[in-house]
């Protein structure tokens, strides 16, 4: 499987021949200026919430690429108001099966609507079941009592958390977090992309090693395999 950073909190993962895209906010973040969104592959689209610094590139992607978009309910009117003709709507609930495996939308502590203020439904977390490996996205969430169940559902190999604090849980939280989880490998988005996320990265993946964990920072455009 392979992962590939995009800035923020954007990534695709590569599982069973498919190509999956998360949050994409590529065009706006000036970090992630050397990206490219015409030459992205993607066939699925995961958003995990309104939020511009997670949708900004969805509809232009998901046209230029065809992708099946992946969201809240909420989410996946919008962007058939916007022109974006596949799009799966959901909520927090049972197993969802597509042609690479299979998903659930998990709880998420935080807020979603969409850049012009209205309201976009609940965020989400995605737990994802595939043939190669079980992985989770949490999405922008605070760490929540919730995580504990994940282990009933995935045996991860890897999570994809939110660390820059401030507006989702800091590296403290996030280390918590992969307890709950019983995940031994992740990957840290959400940091370092404006002032109040700003964190300390090698501070950050000592706390991960010494709670015997680890912590990948991928470079912006930089992918690594799981
Ligand atoms: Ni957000
Ligand atoms: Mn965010």
Known sequence: MKFTFYGHASFSIEVTGKTLLFDPFITPNPEAKSIDINSLKADYIFLSHGHGDHIADAVAIAKNTGALCVGAAEVAGWLGKNGVEKA??????????????????????????????????????????????????????????????????????????????????DVADAIKAAEFVKCDTIIGVHYNTFPPIAIDTTAAVKAFEKAGKKLLLPKIGESVEL
Do not use: C
């Open 88 to 169: 799966h709507g959901m909520n927090h609930g049972g197993f969802i099966n597509f042609d690479f495996g299979r998903v659930k939308g998990v709880n998420a502590i935080h807020s979603s609507s969409f850049p012009d203020g209205s309201y976009a439904g609940n965020p989400l977390g995605f737990v994802f079941n595939t043939a190669e490996a079980d992985f989770y996205y949490s999405g922008d969430t605070a760490l929540t009592m919730d995580m504990q169940l994940i282990p009933i559902w995935a045996n991860l190999k890897f999570a994809v958390l939110p660390i820059g604090g401030n507006f989702t849980m």
